[in-house]
C-alpha cells in the first residue's frame, strides 16, 4: 500500500485494515470473534522530499492490550445482548471492535492508499467504504455519594475507544455527572483490574520459619537473615510501571533520520525492516514539510497471542 502524506509537519495515522478492506474490497476485522486482537507483519519503507526526522509509533504487544481488547470484546456484546440485541442485529460488518490508535488519531483521522488511475496515468486516493469505528454506551458516573436520581445526567452516556493514551473526559456538570467523549482501552483495563501490590507491610511480616526443607537446605544460616531477605522480597514492587496511565498507555516507536542522497528531487525509499504491528494501526510523525511519504507492504496476519 502506499501513502502519500500531507505536506506539512503532522502524525499521520495509517489504519492497515480499513486499508486491506478497501483494497481486497472484502470486510477485514483486527479481532476474532473470541476478541483475540490480530497483528499485522509488514514491510515498511518511506521517501522523503526534505531532510526530516521520521517516528514510526505503533501499539506494543503486551498482555494488557491483548487483555484489554478481550475484556471489552465481551463487555460489548453484553452491552447489546443486555439491550436485546441479537448479533444478527449488531450488523454485517460491526461484530467486532474498531478502536482507534489515540485520540489525536480520532480528531485527525486515517490516511488513504493511493491507487494508479489508468485514465489519467497518475496516483489517485482510494475512495474506500464506511469504516465506522466502534461506540459503546453506558450509564453515567457521578462524583460523590449522591445517587443518579438526584442529578440532571443524560440517561446514557456514549463514547468511542481508543487503544492508548488516556480517556477523554466531557465537563463534569455541577451536579457531579462524569461523561467520557473517548475511552482509552489500556487504561480503563488498568482501573478495572487489581493491581499487583506488594504482599506485606510492615505490619504483616513473617514471623516464624514456615518452610522445614528450607531450614534444613539453608541451616548454617540464622533465622534473622532468612527472614530479612523473605520480607525484603515480599515487600518488592512490580517490575513494571502500575499507574493508571503509566508505561502501558504508551505506544512503541522506532526512529530515522532523512537526509543527503535520501531527500529532495533524489528521494529514494529507505527500508525501516519487517515490523509486527497490533490491531494494524500505524502513526508516522515528520518534523518537517513535503515528508511522509509512507509503504506498507502487509505480510501476513497473526493472532497477537501467538506472537508473543
Not at 529514494?268 to 515528508?291: D, E, K
Request: charged letters at 20%; hydrophobic letters at 35%; proline letters at 4%.
Amino acid at each position: 500500500m502506499q501513502y502519500i502524506g500531507t505536506q506539512g509537519a503532522n502524525t499521520n495515522y495509517y489504519n492497515i485494515a480499513k486499508d486491506l478492506a478497501t483494497l481486497n474490497a472484502r470486510n477485514e476485522e483486527i479481532t476474532d470473534r473470541q476478541g483475540n486482537v490480530y497483528g499485522y507483519w509488514c514491510k515498511v519503507q518511506t521517501a522523503s522530499g526534505a531532510n526530516d526526522s521520521l517516528t514510526l509509533s505503533y501499539c506494543p504487544n503486551t498482555w494488557k492490550v491483548r487483555n484489554a481488547f478481550r475484556k471489552f470484546h465481551f463487555a460489548r456484546e453484553s452491552m447489546f445482548r443486555d439491550a436485546g440485541v441479537t448479533k444478527q442485529e449488531m450488523g454485517k460488518y460491526g461484530r467486532t471492535l474498531r478502536p482507534y490508535f489515540s485520540q489525536d488519531h480520532e480528531s485527525s483521522g486515517d490516511e488513504s492508499p493511493y491507487l494508479w488511475d489508468p485514465g489519467t496515468t497518475a496516483a489517485a486516493a482510494a475512495t474506500g467504504g464506511e469504516w465506522t469505528y466502534s461506540t459503546l454506551a453506558s450509564s453515567p458516573t457521578v462524583t460523590s455519594e449522591e445517587t443518579m436520581a438526584d442529578t440532571d445526567a443524560p440517561p446514557v452516556d456514549e463514547w468511542t475507544l481508543t487503544i492508548l493514551d488516556s480517556h477523554k473526559q466531557e465537563a463534569i456538570s455541577s451536579d457531579g455527572v462524569k461523561t467520557w467523549e473517548s475511552v482509552a482501552m489500556v487504561q480503563a483495563y488498568n482501573q478495572d483490574r487489581m493491581e499487583e501490590i506488594p504482599d506485606a507491610t510492615a505490619d504483616s511480616q513473617i514471623v516464624a520459619l514456615n518452610n522445614p526443607l528450607a531450614s534444613l537446605r539453608t541451616q548454617t544460616l540464622t533465622t534473622g537473615e532468612i527472614l530479612e531477605i523473605a520480607t525484603d522480597q515480599q515487600l518488592e514492587a512490580p517490575p513494571y510501571d502500575i499507574a493508571d496511565t503509566g508505561d502501558s498507555t504508551e505506544a512503541c516507536f522506532d526512529y530515522m533520520l532523512v537526509g543527503g542522497s535520501t531527500a529532495g528531487a533524489t528521494a529514494a525509499m529507505r527500508n525501516w525492516g519487517l515490523y509486527f504491528f497490533p490491531a494494524g494501526i500505524v502513526a508516522l510523525t515528520n518534523t518537517a514539510s513535503n515528508s511522509n511519504a509512507l509503504e506498507i507492504e502487509v505480510i501476513g496476519k497473526e493472532l497477537c497471542k501467538d506472537v508473543a
